[in-house]
């Protein structure tokens, strides 16, 4: 499983975040838990598969928005309440 975190420039309000989130959906298959924060500027997703970071690269600046960073790291699921 992968974490990918992209650092997004123009998302504006919580219409941005939808359209975004939208976006990561259809450019990543099987992205699961997508999340995007206009006040932080970051989208947040995970997937079993390293995703394309060129492809969602495009995807993200097909739509008017700047895609400035991508960073994807391993992921395991903790346990209950992160403590194991």
Excluded: N, Q, W
């Excluded at 976006?23 to 079993?48: Q, Y």
């Excluded at 598969?49 to 903790?78: F, N, R, W």
């Amino acid at each position: 499983m992968y974490k990918t975190i992209a650092t997004i420039d123009g998302m504006m309000c919580t219409m941005c975040e939808a359209h975004i989130s939208e976006v990561i959906r259809k450019a990543v298959p099987g992205a699961k838990k997508v999340s995007a924060d206009h006040k932080k500027g970051t989208a947040t997703f995970l997937s079993e598969e390293m995703p394309s970071e060129d492809a969602l690269l495009k995807a993200i600046a097909d739509t008017g928005y700047t895609c400035v960073s991508v960073d994807t790291k391993p992921y395991e699921k903790k346990g209950l309440f992160g403590l194991f």
